[in-house]
């Protein structure tokens, strides 16, 4: 997201290429920024040294509220950010990963470790509403892993929570009774992981299936597999 690549990865969501999304916390807060302000992320070194860091009063409220309908609704946080962003009619909607897939009809799943999100530091943030909605989209995301059979599963540039999320999502649906046991998983990242190796390219298909790690900048990897797999499906029709 922080790299400009909504606009390859809506191009696959609407060519039904991508069919689901999951993501941590921060994606939520730069996703939104680039929905409300067409721009996301601050200079970190700038803004910490007088307590400035992740202030912003327009991200923190404009999430937190709609979290908290998330919970009033019963619904994930994936779904709730992505409907509350297009009830507001950002000028940026079209950019944004979330906006589009609540329009287009596909689960985004966000899940969220405690204290490590700016918004979690705003008044309005709460802890029920956050880890309700988070625990809804964890189940939301082990439905789709439980279909994941001769699928694909990229992991693309989360180096420790996605990687430990889909491997318990893995052992969840498999624990009860799907056969997940061949499908392809992908890594990308700008640079060798333990976590994303072993819980993406290794375990989970070490009984079936495919794992490539492909290591590169994510403005330069993810336009490039884009274009592949659109020149491979032309080629197949």
């Given at each position: 997201i922080k790299v400009g690549l909504n606009p390859v990865i809506i191009d696959l969501m609407e060519r039904s290429i991508i069919t689901g999304i999951a993501m941590n916390g921060a994606c939520i807060i730069h996703d939104a920024e680039i929905a409300m302000a067409g721009s996301t992320s601050e200079e970190v070194g700038d803004v910490l040294g007088d307590g400035a860091f992740g202030a912003a009063k327009e991200t923190g409220e404009v999430l937190n509220l709609a979290i908290a309908?998330?919970?009033?609704?019963?619904?994930?946080?994936?779904?709730?950010?992505?409907?509350h962003l297009l009830s507001r009619d950002f000028p940026h909607n079209d950019?944004?990963?979330?906006?589009?897939?609540?329009?287009?009809?596909?689960?985004?799943?966000?899940?969220?470790?405690?204290?490590?999100?700016?918004?979690?530091?705003?008044?309005?943030?709460?802890?029920?509403?956050?880890?309700?909605?988070?625990?809804?989209?964890?189940?939301?995301?082990?439905?789709?892993?439980?279909?994941?059979?001769?699928?694909?599963?990229?992991?693309?540039?989360?180096?420790?929570?996605?990687?430990?999320?889909?491997?318990?999502?893995?052992?969840?649906?498999?624990?009860?009774?799907?056969?997940?046991?061949?499908?392809?998983?992908?890594?990308?990242?700008?640079?060798k992981q333990y976590r994303t190796f072993t819980n993406v390219v290794n375990r989970p298909v070490a009984t079936g299936?495919?794992?490539?790690?492909?290591?590169?900048?994510?403005?330069?990897?993810?336009?490039?597999?884009?274009?592949?797999?659109?020149?491979?499906?032309?080629?197949?029709c």
């Amino acid at each position: 997201i922080k790299v400009g690549l909504n606009p390859v990865i809506i191009d696959l969501m609407e060519r039904s290429i991508i069919t689901g999304i999951a993501m941590n916390g921060a994606c939520i807060i730069h996703d939104a920024e680039i929905a409300m302000a067409g721009s996301t992320s601050e200079e970190v070194g700038d803004v910490l040294g007088d307590g400035a860091f992740g202030a912003a009063k327009e991200t923190g409220e404009v999430l937190n509220l709609a979290i908290a309908e998330g919970a009033d609704r019963k619904i994930g946080m994936g779904q709730a950010v992505g409907e509350h962003l297009l009830s507001r009619d950002f000028p940026h909607n079209d950019k944004s990963l979330l906006a589009m897939a609540a329009k287009l009809g596909i689960p985004v799943t966000v899940h969220v470790a405690i204290g490590t999100d700016i918004i979690h530091i705003h008044p309005s943030a709460s802890g029920v509403d956050i880890g309700q909605t988070s625990h809804y989209d964890f189940r939301l995301f082990c439905s789709e892993v439980a279909a994941l059979q001769e699928g694909a599963y990229l992991n693309v540039g989360s180096a420790v929570l996605l990687p430990e999320v889909f491997l318990k999502a893995l052992t969840v649906v498999r624990n009860l009774g799907h056969r997940v046991d061949d499908f392809t998983t992908a890594n990308f990242d700008f640079m060798k992981q333990y976590r994303t190796f072993t819980n993406v390219v290794n375990r989970p298909v070490a009984t079936g299936g495919r794992g490539f790690n492909i290591i590169g900048h994510h403005e330069l990897m993810i336009p490039l597999l884009a274009a592949s797999l659109l020149d491979e499906l032309s080629e197949n029709c």
